[in-house]
T-cell receptor
């Protein structure tokens, strides 16, 4: 089993739609969680950190479920510019290592 | 502006040659990382360094070497022992102040001819 697993997609959604991605992790001692966005042939950029209480940034909402060991990302009112690959990142406690999922590709269609 | 600079952006190498990728940061971050990304794949950790003069192997260190003589610099050498070196190489640093967010450079794309 991979340490961090994501559905690779692609998720093809129309503009204005709501879309949700899940990411599961295997290490129950994981401490820090993040969602990154990566555009084609570019570096990943932080979208948001994920906190235990859940957090929201505009149209984006992230949730953490420690009991089931997954994190989620919800995007509301999708824009064409949201088309990208979304990477789930987990950092286990007691380590400096960050573990990346393979990413979920999103295409927002006009 | 603070950030991470990687060079060169594109690099072509003949088989059997070593090549060094540069990574410089002016963010005053202690920790630095090298990742490799293959098409359609996630990022895989090559090496990381928590402090100057110290570094640890990641998951795919074979065929690579690093040094960390200065806080700002973490160069990666891709040696001829690396069997499939063609990839997108990403350098990152981490603030360590609490947010623990990774910040990436723009990457170096290596092609072996």
């Amino acid at each position: 089993r991979k340490e961090v697993e994501q559905d690779p997609g692609p998720f093809n959604v129309p503009e204005g739609a709501t879309v949700a991605f899940n990411c599961t992790y295997s290490n129950s001692a994981s401490q820090s969680f993040f969602w990154y966005r990566q555009d084609c042939r570019k570096e990943p950029k932080l979208l948001m950190s994920v906190y235990s209480s859940g957090n929201e940034d505009g149209r984006f909402t992230a949730q953490l479920n420690r009991a089931s060991q997954y994190i989620s990302l919800l995007i509301r009112d999708s824009k064409l510019s949201d088309s990208a690959t979304y990477l789930c990142v987990v950092r286990p406690s007691g380590t400096y290592k960050y573990i990346f999922g393979t990413g979920t590709r999103l295409k927002v269609l006009a | 502006d603070g950030g991470i600079t990687q060079s060169p952006k594109y690099l072509f190498r003949k088989e059997g040659q070593n090549v060094t990728l540069s990574c410089e940061q002016n963010l005053n971050h202690d920790a630095m990382y090298w990742y490799r990304q293959d098409p359609g794949q996630g990022l895989r950790l090559i090496y990381y360094s928590q402090i100057v003069n110290d570094f640890q192997k990641g998951d795919i260190a074979e065929g690579y070497s690093v040094s960390r003589e200065k806080k700002e610099s973490f160069p990666l050498t891709v040696t001829s022992a690396q069997k499939n070196p063609t990839a997108f190489y990403l350098c990152a640093s981490m603030d360590g102040s609490g947010a623990n967010v990774l910040t990436f450079g723009a990457g170096s794309r290596l092609t072996v001819l």
